[in-house]
């Protein structure tokens, strides 16, 4: 079975401090695929990132990063100083060759305080 | 370019009705999503397709939830009889392929059943 697990259920800080959002992911697959997604208090699901199984490069774009580790089956995001428009709940999700629907988190929702 | 957009964005209906919600893909991808979602909880997964085909409806809930996609671009989501526990928000979302492709989503439908 697939699963993917956002154990934090909500994080507050304040502005310009960073900030990490955990995800562990389950799956048997050798290919598959990790997501993040934001969805503002607006309610669409803004995409984010993918990442395939193979690529264990982290990324960074601008204030936001990724920390792909596949020995700890875990997907973690960064934001470095955090900014108010960053409030959001932010989700991961998980697709395989065998399961082509998003397997989704629970979500975390993240609040910036001014 | 336009991205995927869902009628209607609010539907009020009573229970025992029948309801009929619309997407309509980014041009050009291949395989459309429905997927559900309830306050404070991930998206669910309801049913894909690739092309004009189901090629996975074991997310739907039961025999009441039918959709389809005859020409390969717009999908209808179809709820017969409708009950208090289908309120949600239907989300869809297209992508170019299914193996891995990202995801793109609609702003939904928010069902509410009186």
């Known amino acids: 079975a697939q699963k993917v697990t956002q154990a934090q259920t909500e994080i507050s800080v304040v502005e310009k401090e960073d900030v990490t959002l955990d995800c562990v992911y389950e799956?048997?697959?050798?290919?598959?695929?990790l997501f993040w997604y934001k969805q503002p208090p607006s309610g669409e699901l803004v995409f984010l990132i993918r990442r395939n199984s193979f690529d264990e490069q982290n990324e960074i774009s601008g204030r936001y990063s990724w920390n792909f580790q596949k020995s700890t089956s875990s997907f973690n995001f960064t934001i470095t100083a955090s900014q108010v428009v960053d409030s959001a709940v932010y989700f991961c999700?998980?697709?395989?060759?065998?399961?082509?629907?998003?397997?989704w988190g629970a979500g975390t929702k993240l609040i910036i305080k001014p | 370019g336009a991205g995927v957009s869902q009628t209607p964005s609010n539907k009020v209906t009573e229970k025992g009705k029948y309801v009929e919600l619309r997407c309509d893909p980014i041009?050009?991808?291949?395989?459309l999503y429905w997927y559900r979602q309830s306050l404070g909880q991930g998206p669910e997964f309801l049913i894909y397709?690739?092309?004009?085909?189901?090629?996975?409806d074991s997310g739907l809930p039961n025999d009441r939830f039918f959709a389809v996609r005859p020409e390969g671009s717009v999908s209808t989501l179809k709820i017969q009889r409708t009950e208090r526990g289908d309120s949600a928000v239907y989300l869809c979302a297209s992508s170019l392929r299914l193996a891995g492709g990202e995801q793109f989503f609609g702003p939904g439908t928010r069902l509410t059943v009186l």
């Open positions: 397709f690739q092309g004009t085909g189901a090629a996975d």
């Open positions: 999700a998980l697709s395989s060759y065998s399961n082509y629907q998003l397997i």
């Open positions: 799956t048997r697959d050798t290919t598959y695929y």
């Open positions: 041009s050009g991808h291949t395989a």
